[in-house]
């Protein structure tokens, strides 16, 4: 038997992780949408069902500002939503590919699929300054996407190992490019911090 057209467990390993890169590359897509429709927001929460059936799927909870006032609010009930208030520029609203970017359906539905290509990789809790109480409930504790303005770099600019420990971020900053807070890196650390 000839076994060389025969692929290998590690054709399959590749493909997810080009799988979850893709996922992670997606990200700054709905910050930057979100940044559009709430310029003054600081992170989409989401939260996890909880439900029999359905205990991980992820729904949205509110867009919350930089001081943790509430922007905008789902109001507990999934599916349905009333469309996000603004306006998504032409050339951000493109990227979506024909789907609405101010519904928030489409954006959950994004969200959804980078959770599920890449679970506990890209989304982070919330940062305690933002939670309310009773919210800091453990693997229940809310999950936050920073909204932010992507800058127009193409990689994360990353220092070393060394270099982020003498490096000191303010409480809630955030790498501009990764969108991951600096408490909530996995593998690198950013270079470029912004609480805007």
Not at 24 to 38: D, K, R
Not at 95 to 111: I, N, R
Request: aromatic share 8%; glycine share 10%; net charge negative.
């Amino acid at each position: 038997m000839n076994a060389k057209h025969l692929p290998t467990p590690s054709t399959l390993e590749d493909a997810e992780a080009k799988m979850r890169a893709a996922a992670g590359a997606l990200l700054p897509l709905v910050s930057a949408t979100m940044h559009a429709l709430f310029p003054t927001g600081a992170f989409l929460v989401l939260t996890r069902s909880g439900s029999f059936g359905d205990y991980d799927e992820l729904r949205l909870d509110s867009v919350r500002g930089s001081t943790g006032e509430t922007l905008w609010e789902s109001g507990g009930m999934p599916g349905g939503y009333e469309p996000f208030p603004g306006v998504v520029p032409a050339e951000l609203a493109e990227l979506w590919e024909g789907q609405d970017p101010t519904d928030p359906d489409t954006v959950l539905d994004l969200v959804r699929r980078i959770d599920h290509a890449a679970p506990d990789e890209y989304l982070a809790f919330l940062p305690a300054e933002f939670l309310r109480a009773g919210e800091d409930d453990g693997e229940r504790t809310p999950l936050g996407v920073p909204v932010a303005l992507v800058l127009e770099q193409p990689v994360c600019p990353v220092c070393g190992d060394e270099g982020c420990q003498g490096r000191t971020a303010p409480p809630g900053a955030y790498c501009a490019l990764c969108h991951f807070t600096h408490d909530y890196h996995r593998y690198v650390e950013c270079a470029t911090f912004t609480t805007s």
